[in-house]
């Protein structure tokens, strides 16, 4: 299966992957990989009777239109994302935080099965107290644009090219911390440099880092 489409439906997503890259539908594809446990973390996604819906190219559960949680695949592993984790009790300490540039949401990852199976209980307990705090309409408090890293790579770019540095501040406040974070979280300077580049047609069409 060679589809360059976003996946927009579950079971083509369990089947063949979020549908963004070539590996769509084949043994390496990381969703293929993890399809097991999955539909195991589905299953149970399910008993928590949200809405499922597919956002991002992943399954998604949301209550009265608000996302409570996600899953994905890894490389590594594959995972529950809570997107208001951060407010999340967590007796276990079992929430994982991606970088230390994500705010809301924590993760909890899994390599197979059983560690699924063990943790039901909690998990259900985690989902149900997720979906307390949309009810209560809990925020995280986000840090502000100014707050975030600049990497330096950004700011010469900008400062050589006017316009794209216009295009950049004209962009809603939550775009701009979108594309700080995506830019930021590249370890090599050189893949800092390609990503800016990647996205500068996109940041002068005025668009967001998952808008299409």
């Not at 990989?33 to 195991?40: D, R, T, V």
């Not at 259900?124 to 705090?133: H, K, V």
């Not at 707050?147 to 004209?170: G, H, N, S």
């Not at 002068?204 to 299409?212: A, E, I, V």
Request: hydrophobic share 35%; net charge positive; aromatic share 8%.
């Amino acid at each position: 299966m060679k589809n360059k489409k976003i996946t927009t439906s579950i079971n083509t997503y369990l089947l063949h992957g979020c549908g963004r890259c070539k590996l769509a539908g084949t043994p390496d594809c990381k969703v293929v990989k993890w399809q097991a446990e999955l539909m195991e973390l589905r299953d149970m996604a399910l008993a928590s009777k949200l809405t499922e819906e597919v956002k991002w190219g992943v399954p998604c559960y949301t209550w009265n239109g608000a996302n409570v949680f996600l899953l994905h695949a890894f490389k590594e592993y594959c995972a529950i994302l809570f997107m208001k984790g951060a407010l999340l009790k967590d007796p276990k300490k079992i929430l994982i935080q991606q970088t230390e540039n994500v705010q809301g949401g924590r993760q909890i990852r899994f390599t197979n099965v059983k560690e699924i199976v063990r943790l039901k209980k909690v998990l259900s307990s985690y989902i149900q107290e997720a979906i307390e705090l949309e009810k209560k309409g809990e925020k995280v408090v986000m840090k502000q644009t100014s707050e975030f890293k600049v990497p330096d790579e950004f700011t010469e770019i900008t400062k050589k090219d006017p316009a794209f540095k216009k295009a950049f501040d004209a962009l809603t406040p939550g775009r701009q911390r979108g594309y700080l974070l995506f830019f930021s979280q590249a370890k090599q300077s050189k893949t800092r440099i390609d990503r800016i580049t990647k996205y500068r047609a996109q940041i002068l069409k005025g668009k967001g880092l998952q808008d299409r």
